[in-house]
Nanobody
């Protein structure tokens, strides 16, 4: 069974930076397609970023492109989301997700077909 645990959220002023982490246990992390989503109060969960497992290909939501970076450390079984130039609109609970059995170059922008989800970490950006 795969388990994902996020950490690194917190409160930061607008313009600041954070790094959120997603530690995985179980399964073969190096073959997981990884993604990050977020949910703000009163809104549906939305896609933020994704990375393939085979070639490290990445894709971002337009709202975070140029400000956020997704990457991974397979030796540590951990995925990261680096959040820079944060805006109050970035406030929300950030979730990581893992897809198993995905094509090596695929980047997944929607909740299915991710198979596993973390519990989320809160990011609050004050103005």
């Amino acid at each position: 069974q795969v388990r994902l645990v996020e950490s690194g959220g917190g409160v930061v002023q607008a313009g600041g930076s954070l790094r959120v982490s997603c530690a995985a246990s179980g399964g073969t992390f190096s073959r997981f397609a990884m993604g990050w989503f977020r949910q703000s109060p009163g809104k549906e969960r939305e896609f933020v970023a994704a990375q393939s497992w085979g070639d490290g290909n990445t894709v971002y939501a337009d709202s975070v492109k140029g400000r956020f970076t997704i990457d991974r450390d397979n030796a540590k079984n951990t995925a990261y989301l680096h959040l820079n130039s944060l805006e109050p609109e970035d406030t929300g609970v950030y979730y990581c997700a893992a897809g198993v059995g995905i094509s090596p170059r695929a980047v997944l922008r929607t909740a299915p077909p991710y198979d596993y989800w973390g519990q989320g970490t809160q990011v609050t950006v004050s103005s």
